[in-house]
């Protein structure tokens, strides 16, 4: 089945510093990609939709300056974190949908950002 | 994106069906029903969907009502692997493809 890999799995970064974390389709292309966050306790949000080979588009209320998507492989898509506070720490989780499946999407295993 | 109620928890014993119900009575008529999980610090795994025929997999069935506004995912037998928080999403193909996710059902498996 397809698979999608993330990257880490977990980072620890000071305030102020940048993280960038990679989310690969492994099996299969996957024009289409999505970030999502999720705080402890809740539900994912869903933050960008990234499209291979041009710009992503965010969700209201999500700064497209803080986090900077880029998809510049059908497999590949990274989500950085500029400037990292600790109220971005969070779980952050890509999903991406096989266009030979009709089922849906495959999520990754999720990158776990503490700031401090 | 219909907007879908579940009940926040529920216990299951283990080795008995779980039977997790979804309100959607707002779906429209090319509106899908997923179900989805995530067990804890895991990114969510799909489960199964449909129309508005009942599905079966190998993890579970999926009952819609026949006027589709409201589904059950069941899990014929529950293992304590099934503890996890169980989301229903009604979805449309034509909506630019996102997946919004709704507060879910946390199911909770007991020996």
């Known amino acids: 089945g397809a698979v999608v890999s993330q990257h880490p799995s977990w980072v620890i970064c000071k305030s102020g510093t940048s993280v960038k974390i990679e989310c690969r389709s492994l099996?299969?292309?996957?024009?289409?990609m999505f970030w999502y966050r999720q705080f402890p306790k809740q539900s994912l949000m869903l933050m960008a939709t990234?499209?291979?080979?041009?710009?992503?588009?965010?969700e209201q209320g999500v700064e497209k300056d803080k986090f900077l998507i880029n998809h510049a492989s059908l497999t590949l898509s990274t989500l950085t974190v500029t400037s990292a506070h600790p109220e971005d720490s969070s779980f952050y989780i890509c999903?991406?949908?096989?266009?030979?499946?009709?089922?849906?999407?495959?999520f990754g295993s999720g990158t776990r950002l503490t700031v401090v | 994106d219909a907007k879908t109620t579940q009940p926040p928890s529920m216990d299951c014993a283990e080795g008995r069906a779980a039977n997790l119900p979804c309100n959607h009575s707002t779906i429209s008529g090319n509106e899908y029903v997923y179900w989805y999980r995530q067990i804890h610090s895991q990114g969510p795994q799909y489960i199964i969907h449909g129309l508005k025929n009942n599905e079966t997999n190998e993890m579970a069935s999926l009952i819609i009502t026949e006027d589709r506004k409201s589904s059950t995912l069941i899990l014929p037998h529950a293992t304590l692997r099934d503890t996890a928080v169980y989301y229903c999403i009604v979805r449309s193909p034509n909506t630019g493809n996102q997946f919004y996710f709704g507060t879910g059902t946390s199911l909770t498996v007991i020996p």
């Open positions: 099996d299969f292309q996957a024009t289409t």
């Open positions: 999903s991406a949908k096989d266009r030979n499946q009709n089922y849906g999407y495959t």
């Open positions: 990234s499209n291979e080979g041009s710009k992503a588009t965010y």
